[in-house]
């Protein structure tokens, strides 16, 4: 029997999982697929480049869920082994049209109670966020939240060694700190993960993997003695199938009227020039020389932590290990001191060029270029010249 971190016996779906992994199962590495009509949630494919890392350390396979119906979903479907998936295991059923947490959950548990999965990775979108933590506690497995990074290391415990274990990064105490957590005693490991802090994996149009269709039944109550086991499959997609999964009564308990989505306002994940502003700025109306430096290059307006706290850029504008993680082809931080978790967001950008007024700030140490002067002289500068070089393309080609 597997024991929980405060000594309570955990039977059941923990304990069935750690079973059959210690049978020697080998237990692959899972990632839930957020989709809507067909279109995959970014993150998602992040993770299964990731997934297909930490599979490769361990020796196993790399499952991919997904749930929905149609035939956008299914095209999308066929092209996930593209990003390295293995087993992309599908549930096509009307019931999963559009996401509603309990028979999203139900599915999803009595999956892994199958598959007996060692690791499980989510996205940290609204979606993830709301999904994870109800599987984590139906199978009373831990669960960490908006992860940063995602490693395969050993631990020692009380003189007994853990190998291959799931390192899960994550800054804690407000940013403060970088903690590692690992969940060393129950099966599957479970995270979270933020958007934009993996790469995105390059698919592979050669790349192959096996389709199993999820039969999803539903069901007044679930048997109490359900077994889910392969079989043939009539769906246009893979002649395989597995199940069938319940979707109870209680699980439709709630019903969707209708969808209201609101376009995202700012792309940071996506724009190839970011120019982001920090404290050093000093007031609200000194950033709109910021945001004018970014119209004037063809960028996206960012921020540090600080910026956005002191109330002068919404929160979508938040460069950091607490915001969104960029990579863009030119980073200017413009004021930013450059602490640990703001330089954790923006170091991987192809450019970056640094304007603060003192030499020894951290941010230097990730520029590759920088300027020593303040932002309120030098930036006015930078755009004047800007302007000039655009005014003068323009004269030579007319």
Known sequence: MDSA?????????????????ADGQRGDVWVVVQQQDGVPAEVSLELLGRARELANTLGVGVGAVVAGCGRDTNAFVERLPMYGADTVYYAAHE?????????????????????????????????????????????RVGLTADCTDLRIGDHVAKGEQYKNLLYQVRPAFGGNIIATIISPEHR?????????????????????????????DEVDQAPGDATMTFGESDHPLSNMSLGPAFITDADQAVTLVRRVQEEKRVDLKGARIVVS???????????????????????????????????????????GQTGVTVRPKLYIACGISGSVQHRAGMDQSARILAINTDPLAPIFSVAHYGIVGDLHKVIPLLIKAYRTKGAAGDGGAS
Do not use: K, N
Request: charged share 20%.
């Open 188 to 216: 599957p490991q479970m995270a979270t993960v933020r958007e934009g802090v993996m790469v995105m994996p390059e698919p592979q149009p050669e790349r192959r993997g096996r389709i199993v269709i999820v039969d999803v």
């Open 277 to 319: 502003g920090g404290v050093g700025v000093g007031s609200r109306e000194g950033f709109a020389l910021v945001e004018e430096l970014a119209h004037t290059v063809g960028g996206v307006v960012g921020a540090s932590r600080a910026a956005v706290d002191a109330g002068w850029v919404a929160h979508d504008h938040q460069v």
């Open 5 to 21: 971190a405060d000594g309570a016996p955990v039977s059941g779906a923990a304990a069935d999982v750690a079973a059959r992994a």
């Open 95 to 139: 019931a999963l049209g559009e996401y509603l947490a309990q028979p999203y959950a139900a599915v999803l548990c009595q999956l892994i109670r199958a598959e007996a999965p060692q690791i499980v990775l989510f996205g940290a979108t609204t979606t993830g966020r709301d999904l994870a933590p109800r599987v984590a506690s139906a199978l």
